[in-house]
């Protein structure tokens, strides 16, 4: 299978090369998840299992191809932050109140609208990636 439109010459992955037929919205997409992956305070770990964990709920091909989510969580915290994010992935109308309550149990104010970002974030690639049906490999 192909993507649906061709890749552009501006960008390095196949992911910006789409993105690069429009490269003030590659510029600032790209700014964006540097912000999210430079300079936040959530470990990267926690970051790359929420991300696999979207990659199938959102059935991104390249997005998948990078890694499957781990079935043990080690820590209590990943384990939370995969939960939420397969709850916002499978069944959004699941996270409430209570939900956000157990987040705060593990994070503060500021990292839970980290962690909300970064979702929001890699949701919103891995649809573009599936909608353009962007593949693995070079």
């Not at 990267?44 to 499957?68: D, H, I, S, W």
């Not at 962690?115 to 962007?134: D, M, V």
Request: hydrophobic content about 40%; aromatic content about 10%.
């Amino acid at each position: 299978m192909m993507e649906r439109i061709s890749l552009s010459d501006v960008g390095e992955t196949k992911f910006q090369k789409l993105l690069g037929h429009r490269p003030d919205i590659l510029q600032s997409w790209s700014a964006l998840e540097s912000t999210l992956y430079e300079k936040g305070t959530l470990s990267e770990e926690l970051k790359e299992q929420v991300r696999r964990t979207l990659a199938f709920g959102n059935e991104c091909p390249y997005c998948m191809a990078k890694g499957k989510p781990n079935n043990v969580q080690k820590v209590e915290e990943v384990s939370t932050a995969v939960t939420f994010a397969h709850l916002f992935v499978h069944n959004r109308s699941a996270i409430d109140d209570r939900m956000f309550d157990v987040l705060k149990q593990y994070w503060s104010e500021a990292e839970i609208v980290e962690l909300c970002a970064y979702i929001c974030f890699i949701t919103a690639s891995q649809q573009l990636g599936y909608l353009f049906q962007l593949q693995p490999g070079e």
